[in-house]
């Protein structure tokens, strides 16, 4: 059985929140903390492409991307996105939510969890 696979860190408010909201509805679904268990570099171009590009799939609010050297912030090709977010996992947005179907969503929010998931 393929389920939701929810994409974050465990420590992470926002992910215990979309974690709990999914156990609430009895969504199967399956974490994996991205920090342990780093992201393929195919794999995030992949979410950046199907989301509208890198700059939808970074944390740009967190105090990682705030304290990164200002040369580091402007990546200029898909390999070197995919090397500072390997460096720095904390920059992907929070939860990065993989449907069966392939189809990738950032973000938590209840309302966007019951659109999402038609409840």
Known sequence: MTVTTLYGLPNCD???KARNWLNRFEIAHEFVDYRANPVPPATLKTWAQQLG???KLINKAGTTWRN???QRKNPGSDPEWA???KEYPALIRR???VQADGAVSVGFTDNGFKKLFGR
């Open 14 to 16: 926002t992910c215990k």
């Open 53 to 55: 590009g890198w700059e």
């Open 68 to 70: 990164l050297l200002p």
């Open 83 to 85: 090397l500072l977010l």
């Open 95 to 97: 939860p990065v939510v």
